[in-house]
Structures are given as C-alpha cells and as structure tokens.
C-alpha cells in the first residue's frame, strides 16, 4: 500500500521491479502488532521492524487503518496462525519447511523448535531475497546455515528444479507454506506447485496457505467504508490473480491429490485470536486458511 489516495478507476498495472512493496507492508503490519503489550497482541516477531523505514511506521498504519480498516489485525492473525500450525509441525517431525514468496518471513530465525530440526527454503523472486539476505546478515552477522536461499519467479521458472539443485530431498516429510501468496499466482501457476507438492514431497506432507473468499471485501465488516486491497496492490504491479473456484477448498484440492484438510473461516480465527483483550478491534475476514495433507499418505 502506497501512502498515496487511491482513484476510483485505477489504471492498468504497471510491471512489478525492485523489492516487494507488500513485502514491507506485511512487515511493518507485523513489526506494528509486535509492539503491543502482550495481553494485547496477536503476534509476536522481534524482527519484523528490521525491515521496514521505523520513521515511516506509525503513516503507514494510519493510512492502512484509514483506507483498509481491519486489515492490519487480519494480518496479524494469519501471522499467529501460521506460526501455530508451523511450530506444531516443527515439533512433530517436520524435516524441511519450504517457504513460497518468503519476502520477509522470520520464522526460520524465531521458532525455537526449528534449531537442528528443520531445513528451511525460502523462495522468491531475486530483488526481494537480496534485501532479506542482507537484513538478516545485519541482524545475526551471517545467514544462517539452516536456511537456503532459492532465488526464483514461480510464474517464470521451474521451482522444483531450483529447489532440488538447492538441497531439497522429495523424501522427506515437509510443509510447504504460501502465505499471503496464492492470490498473486495465475491459476496455472498454483496448480503447477501442488502438483509439485503431490508427486515430489515425504510421507505426511502438507501445504499450508490463505485464500480469498472471492473480490476482497464481500465479508469483511467495513466493507462498504474500505478500500479494494486488489486494486491498491495491482497499482504496485501485484494484481490479484487466483480465487478459489465455487466449489470451495476442499473440492478444489481433493481434485488435486489432497487429503484431509482443514479449512479455519475469519469467525473461526476471530474467536481463536481476539479475546476480551481485543475485542475492540476491527477485523477484516476476507480470507481463510487451509492446512492439507498431500494424498495417499
């Protein structure tokens, strides 16, 4: 999000060059929750802060609260969310975590239970994993040698290739994390990494990722009031791509090799994550996540 207004009919969007803006925003949304007091966050992730403009912190909140009201306190729960379901699969025998349009993740570098357990893969496109290698050099005084580096465009490239050349073993049990990625991807991209997760991953893998419900804001409390995220992100050469077909999710991934998923609606995260505390907070949920089991396990 630009901290610009936004007109009714945007224009076309431009081509995407240079680090991912989303990226940083996603960050900042984080870095932002993350300063709380802890009876009043949703999560938690030190590091956030590192990369965003600190200076700029506290306007691009005030303009994301103006324009997209809830949205910071969706991304905050899908943050803790994810985090949930990742350090349970860390404690579980999870053997590589491969993480699709990283941008600034930091779980690799926060989750305890990763420390000799994990090999993590961070994949996304060069510009974006340039500044992130550099940031966390800054922060540890080196990359950490449990997190490899897999520069690729998933529209453009094969990942798998990249991903095998890189160290990843299609034996072992992985998850597989898209977050806040999907709606990016062209269909035919998003069919091209599950079929890549079904045919070349360990017993018990899994993919997890958000999905939006369907234009962006149907569901979301303030719909009439906010902005349409999709035309803002389009504006910074990230259009919306992919929605989930009618049949929903579990249609849509059975079709796909997937078995036993789990789907969590934003009334079900509201109640997870928003208790008395923070109750009056707005909260976009326009999205939900699927955690599922790659088929024949």
Do not use: W
Request: hydrophobic share 35%; glycine share 8%; proline share 6%.
């Amino acid at each position: 999000m630009e901290e610009q207004d936004i007109p009714r009919d945007p224009p076309e969007a431009p081509s995407r060059s240079g680090p991912s803006r989303t990226a940083e925003n996603v960050a900042a949304f984080r870095a932002a929750e993350s300063m709380l007091p802890e009876d009043q966050r949703v999560c938690y992730d030190p590091y956030a802060i590192r990369f965003t403009d600190p200076d700029r912190l506290d306007r691009l909140t005030e303009y994301a609260d103006r324009h997209f009201p809830g949205l910071r306190s969706y991304v905050a729960a899908r943050a803790r969310h994810f985090d949930d379901v990742i350090t349970l699969a860390a404690k579980t025998g999870l053997s590589q975590l491969v993480i699709l349009g990283a941008g600034y993740d930091t779980r690799a570098y926060r989750i305890p239970e990763f420390k000799d357990r994990v090999r993590v893969f961070e994949l996304d496109r060069p510009d974006t994993q340039q500044v992130k290698k550099e940031k966390i050099a800054e922060i540890f005084g080196r990359l950490p040698p449990d997190v490899v580096y897999v520069p690729v465009d998933l529209e453009v490239q094969d990942f798998g290739t990249r991903l095998a050349e890189a160290g990843y073993s299609t034996e072992k049990k992985t998850l597989f994390v898209m977050e806040g990625l999907i709606m990016y991807l062209t269909p035919q991209t998003v069919d091209a990494v599950l079929s890549f997760i079904v045919h070349n991953s360990g017993r018990n893998s899994a993919v997890l990722f958000d999905y939006p419900a369907g234009s962006g804001n149907e569901d979301s409390p303030s719909g009439e009031t906010g902005e349409d995220l999709g035309s803002q992100t389009a504006r910074g050469g990230e259009p919306f791509r992919f929605f989930m077909p009618k049949e929903g999710a579990g249609e849509f991934l059975r079709a796909r090799g997937f078995s036993r998923l789990r789907v969590t609606t934003g009334e079900e995260y509201r109640g997870l994550y928003f208790n008395r505390a923070k109750e009056g907070r707005e909260l976009r949920t326009v999205s939900s996540f699927v955690y599922a089991l790659r088929g024949d396990q």
